[in-house]
């Protein structure tokens, strides 16, 4: 084991780009037209034939790989997007989730700062970037645009536990900001909501959603023998650090999204105390890394 307590290394650097802030770089994104909680009225009108034409792209390279690779929950309600050819107007998808699980989805411009995102998640609101990638930038883009935003997140939303456990997710991050905790919440996110894995009686899935967008890493996800792929357990996971610039060393396994849910639900106040406590021990544990005695899953 190479855990170690360095507290910057190259490997996770600050925290996941999740949120604007974040990343080494000022976010993308025309910042002057969002409201003081950071969201924004979608133009549907300024998108021009060509970014409709990268959507329709990326969703079909992304739908034909779903089978066998993407959870089932995130397959039966991908079509809640609606037409695949467009990018979807916001207020249409919002209204159809709206209805399926209280969710909605609000426009922002990109990246938004931690505290604005906790907010918006504890309201039921998913923050969505409008902006979509330029046609060189189809493979991979460094900031979440419309495409991972939308296709890779907002089906689950229509999931019932997931949307629940979502929304306890942002009233966690309300009270970690105050804890000082965001770095150690923000490893949840990383390895649950966007890079998460589920066990199925039809063998693992993926349902987090930089997996979901990804052209090259939903497979290597599921298939490759490469990752290594770890049962979920909070503290565990909260010692772990994360890749930010290849596909995941390390892989987390759930059971079901209501055992996310539950082992969720508690105060988070004091497994930050004992993973504080753990870490100061025995060090962070690097991507990519088993301890030993731990239950591994193979593909
Ligand atoms: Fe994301």
């Not at 307590?5 to 037209?33: E, I, Q």
């Not at 467009?86 to 209204?95: A, G, L, Y």
């Not at 923000?186 to 890079?195: D, H, M, N, P």
Request: charged share 25%; net charge negative.
């Amino acid at each position: 084991m190479t855990a170690t307590t360095a507290p910057h290394s190259p490997v996770n650097r600050g925290v996941a780009p999740v949120t604007y802030g974040t990343g080494d770089r000022t976010p993308r994104g025309d910042y002057a037209r969002a409201r003081a909680d950071y969201t924004c009225e979608q133009d549907w009108a300024a998108y021009a034939a060509a970014d409709h034409d990268t959507y329709r792209r990326l969703y079909a390279r992304q739908l034909q790989q779903l089978p066998g690779l993407a959870c089932d929950e995130f397959i039966a309600a991908v079509r809640q997007l609606g037409a695949p050819e467009h990018i979807p107007r916001f207020d249409d998808v919002s209204e159809r989730l709206l209805r399926a699980t209280g969710w909605q989805i609000v426009c922002v411009p990109g990246l938004i700062p931690e505290e604005a995102f906790f907010a918006l998640l504890a309201a039921r609101k998913f923050p969505v970037t409008d902006w979509i990638r330029r046609p060189e930038e189809f493979d991979y883009v460094v900031e979440p645009d419309v495409f991972h935003d939308l296709f890779g997140h907002v089906p689950l939303l229509f999931n019932r536990s997931f949307a629940d456990y979502m929304q306890a997710y942002g009233a966690g991050g309300l009270k970690a900001s105050r804890l000082d905790a965001c770095e150690l919440l923000a490893r949840l996110y990383w390895y649950t909501v966007e890079f998460g894995l589920i066990a199925t009686p039809q063998g693992l899935r993926a349902y987090g959603a930089g997996i979901l967008s990804s052209a090259g890493e939903l497979r290597y996800s599921i298939t490759s023998a490469e990752p290594r792929r770890v049962a979920f357990d909070l503290q565990r996971l909260m010692r772990s650090r994360y890749r930010i610039d290849t596909y995941q060393a390390t892989y987390v396994v759930i059971d079901s999204f209501q055992q996310l849910f539950e082992a969720t639900a508690p105060d988070f106040r004091p497994v930050y105390a004992r993973v504080r406590e753990t870490i100061a021990a025995a060090g962070e544990i690097d991507a990519g890394i088993v301890l030993p005695g731990e239950r591994q899953f193979r593909t």
